[in-house]
């Protein structure tokens, strides 16, 4: 069982930065995925970006929405995957799960076995 806490939400105005943190905690396995995924109301959930994980290193994955504005890294040491956001605009207010997905995908996941709570984003124009 993984159990995954996020923090680092908030107001912004557009044109801000926010990071967003994710602590995994429980059994992970070598090979996985981790990401973040978010959804408007009244829209469907969008993946925003991922980091696959396996023995050999770690590679990112953006959705075309966020690229050259947010970066996901990782602190194996932490368990923590990051989101940095930058240059936010109000289109990207939502709710951010934190997600993590069993095995390795070299992309954005369709599914994700583990969520975690959520953290609301909101950028004011």
């Known amino acids: 069982q993984v159990q995954l806490r996020e923090s680092g939400g908030g107001l912004v105005q557009a044109g801000g930065s926010l990071r967003l943190a994710c602590v995994a905690s429980g059994r992970t396995s070598s090979a996985f995925n981790m990401g973040w995924v978010r959804q408007a109301p009244g829209k469907e959930r969008e993946n925003v970006a991922a980091?696959?994980?396996?023995?050999?290193?770690?590679?990112?994955y953006y959705a075309d929405s966020v690229k050259g504005r947010f970066t996901i890294s990782r602190d194996s040491a932490k368990n923590t995957v990051y989101l940095q956001m930058d240059n936010l605009k109000p289109e990207d207010t939502a709710t951010y799960y934190c997600?993590?997905?069993?095995?390795?995908?070299?992309?954005?996941?369709?599914?994700?076995?583990?969520w975690g709570q959520g953290t609301q984003v909101t950028v004011s124009s």
């Open positions: 997600a993590l997905k069993t095995a390795v995908i070299y992309g954005l996941p369709n599914s994700w076995n583990y």
């Open positions: 980091v696959a994980v396996t023995r050999g290193g770690s590679s990112t």
